[in-house]
């Protein structure tokens, strides 16, 4: 059991003991005039007031001096501390209470131990000599903390050790003249425990953070990081946090790698501030001195597959129905395998503005939506690009049945510059996008009225005419993978650069079985489709547009099995190519919250083939076992895969984790172990796991176990 169990008695007589305020109250059974000024006192001594409570046998009370003397089963309880002894001295006029032999135990964290001497002061401190303390329950001691003087603070929320040991398992793992530790959730300066690391790429990896508590609002973290095979970084976080305002600047700086001979750096900045309620100004950027330093230094696939660092500068305004942004935005590309004509345009400046204004004249909603932008890159074409596209629909129909129809007239215009002889310098566009949208929402009980079945059809019509856009540049247009997301967008294409003629319709149906006592939702069925009408001409160069006869479909379906088993399917199928060109399956055993096994397998024809497995799964009440296969059926090579152990109990934890992962965009792999011991109530030593194993194992979750 790794919380002590509670005393409701003492507990009442404590809340009695917070009334009290200043004032001491001293009651028991009996009390005999032993002497002048001397008083005897028998059966349920207690001494109670300031919010704290002692309780013994038996006493001595001097009355001129205010001191008293307590003996048998005493006991001392406040907000923070519980205190047992055979005899304690209470001095009244000093607020403090010294006890001889004795043992105590900290509820809020929940810790205990034991003391040769411990004294209570009026401060809400606490002074222990000859000190065993653990976090571990009654008859357990698998980690203690050795002490020649410990000084509790309840208001600072720490405590202050000198001549101290750690043991763990009966081994001595640390010693220092000094040390601090938490015995509430509040922060203070001071070392914390190193992180242990060891990988191919950089050997042996020691870090020591020390952090200072430098205001309530902000504070500082020094982090140095020796390796083997790299030599010393320095790393630094800033935190912050005011009024009106909140951020964050780290810096990283590794002098002479022994590997590459440089000097290698990464810095980043994040701030946010508020002008009011609808002024927001945020900055957000970070720089790199090298395309292989995450490579290097960080760790993991998500940060092997960075090409590009983001820098902007967020100037937006919140109103009601107006919404204006005002940025500044350029790009770092640390993978120098991408040709300068292939890197993204800076944005200096960028300004948009968004507008929504609903049940106008005649119960019609207006939009409008804007963009003024200049596009800056060191090749290719550049320029300004204002698009403006103001809309008015109407929306028809009583509640679970519309019809929406809409038209929109979208105008755009370059300034262009770095242009071929034969190009216009001018070019612009105008052209009217009408939409029909026509929807419902059926509803019925089935199974007697335990479950709540949904029927949600979904028809769109869109017609957009052609405008000859060859002679357009394309600076920030894409076409985005096709899903349920984009089914139902006008435009079949992401940015402004190219709107694609089309005279189409989009069909759904979506179905939903929802539990009506707990609202769980047990199936979800969705299916789409697009119907081209006539052939489209308008293209991306090099990609052509769709066809009169291809058509999209896209299906979805998540399926509550037998309460612990779920199906996740999605399926995306093109007629032109007749073939699918995107599945997703995802296959998950959920026992309950500590077991779990998921099967996963990803396609996307042309990109990518993936089979996932992944698992957690307690062994015992203590033990638990983790795991993940990522493998890419195209590449027939393995992408990140691991393996763990975790051992937890009520006062440690120990989890050992091997991995081996895709660290080079190139392909090349590294190998790494990660041990993490948590002494819990102290400090925690080794490297945390924590974050890529929640990004390989859906539904992980280290704190349920």
């Not at 609002?217 to 990081?225: A, G, I, V």
């Not at 701030?271 to 790199?288: A, N, P, Y």
């Not at 200049?374 to 300004?384: I, S």
Request: with cysteine.
């Amino acid at each position: 059991m790794c919380m002590p169990p509670v005393d409701p008695e003492m507990e009442r007589l404590l809340e009695e003991a917070r009334g009290d305020d200043q004032d001491v109250l001293i009651s028991a059974d009996d009390a005999d005039l032993v002497r002048e000024g001397i008083s005897r006192l028998t059966g349920d001594v207690q001494i109670r007031g300031a919010g704290r409570l002692l309780r013994a046998e038996s006493a001595e009370f001097d009355s001129d001096t205010l001191e008293l003397r307590v003996t048998g089963g005493v006991e001392y309880r406040d907000g923070n501390l519980i205190v047992r002894s055979e005899d304690a001295d209470f001095d009244g006029t000093a607020q403090r209470i010294e006890f001889s032999a004795s043992t105590f135990s900290l509820p809020r964290r929940p810790a205990r131990g034991g003391a040769g001497s411990l004294e209570v002061r009026g401060d809400r401190t606490v002074r222990l000599r000859d000190v065993l303390y653990t976090s571990c329950p009654e008859g357990n001691e698998d980690w203690r903390l050795r002490a020649g003087d410990i000084r509790l603070d309840a208001d600072s929320g720490f405590g202050t050790g000198r001549n101290v040991r750690v043991d763990f398992l009966g081994v001595p793992i640390l010693y220092t003249p000094w040390i601090t530790f938490p015995i509430t959730d509040d922060r203070k300066s001071g070392f914390l425990f190193p992180q242990l690391r060891r990988s191919n790429r950089t050997g042996a990896d020691v870090s020591v953070p020390y952090y200072f508590n430098l205001a309530p609002n902000y504070d500082l973290t020094l982090e140095p990081r020796l390796m083997s095979r790299r030599g010393l970084l320095l790393g630094s976080e800033f935190r912050y946090l005011t009024r009106s305002s909140e951020g964050q600047a780290g810096i990283e700086f590794l002098p002479s790698d022994q590997v590459s001979g440089d000097d290698r750096r990464y810095t980043n900045l994040f701030h946010r501030t508020g002008f009011g309620e609808r002024i927001r100004l945020t900055v957000d950027g970070s720089e790199v001195s090298d395309g292989a330093y995450f490579e290097d230094l960080g760790g993991g696939v998500v940060s092997t597959s960075q090409t590009h660092l983001d820098r902007r500068l967020d100037v937006e305004y919140l109103g009601r129905d107006l919404r204006a942004l005002a940025r500044f935005q350029g790009y770092q590309t640390i993978d120098e395998q991408i040709l300068d004509e292939e890197r993204p345009y800076r944005r200096l400046p960028q300004f948009l503005v968004e507008g929504h204004w609903p049940e106008r004249w005649l119960g019609t909603d207006l939009r409008l939506t804007g963009e003024l932008v200049n596009f800056d890159r060191r090749v290719g074409v550049t320029g300004w690009r204002m698009d403006m596209q103001p809309e008015i629909s109407r929306r028809f129909g009583p509640p679970g049945l519309y019809l929406r129809p809409a038209v929109a007239l979208q105008h755009t215009r370059y300034r262009l510059d770095n242009l071929p002889e034969d190009a216009p310098r001018d070019p612009s566009r105008t052209l009217p996008i009408g939409t029909l949208d026509l929807g419902a929402l059926f509803e019925r009980e089935v199974r007697d009225g335990r479950l709540l079945q949904t029927l949600e059809p979904r028809l769109q019509y869109v017609h957009i005419p052609f405008r000859d856009q060859d002679r357009l540049p394309v600076f920030d247009t894409i076409e985005p993978d096709f899903g349920l997301v984009q089914l139902f967008r006008s435009n079949r294409y992401l940015g402004v650069d190219r709107v694609g003629d089309t005279d189409q319709v989009n069909l759904g149906l979506t179905t939903r079985v929802l539990d009506e006592t707990s609202g769980r939702e047990r199936l979800r069925l969705t299916l789409g489709q697009t119907r081209y009408l006539a052939d489209a001409e308008v293209g991306l160069p090099g990609a052509p547009p769709p066809g009169r006869n291809s058509s999209e479909y896209v299906g979805e379906l998540g399926l509550v099995l037998a309460e612990r088993w779920r199906l996740d399917l999605g399926q995306q199928w093109n007629s032109d190519l007749s073939a699918t060109t995107r599945s997703e399956a995802r296959l998950q055993y959920r026992r309950d919250d500590q077991r779990l096994i998921n099967l996963a397998y990803r396609f996307r024809r042309g990109a990518l083939e993936q089979g996932d497995v992944s698992f957690m799964w307690p062994a015992s009440e203590r033990w638990n076992f983790i795991g993940r296969y990522n493998y890419s059926l195209r590449e027939r090579a393995s992408l990140d895969r691991f393996a763990g152990v975790e051992y937890r109990s009520c006062c440690f934890s120990v989890s050992l984790v091997a991995r081996r992962y895709i660290s080079r965009r190139t392909g090349g792999s590294d190998t790494a172990i990660a041990l993490q011991i948590e002494l819990r109530g102290l400090a925690s030593v080794g490297d945390s796991t924590r974050d890529f194993i929640e990004r390989g194992i859906i539904g992980y979750d280290r704190d349920i176990f």
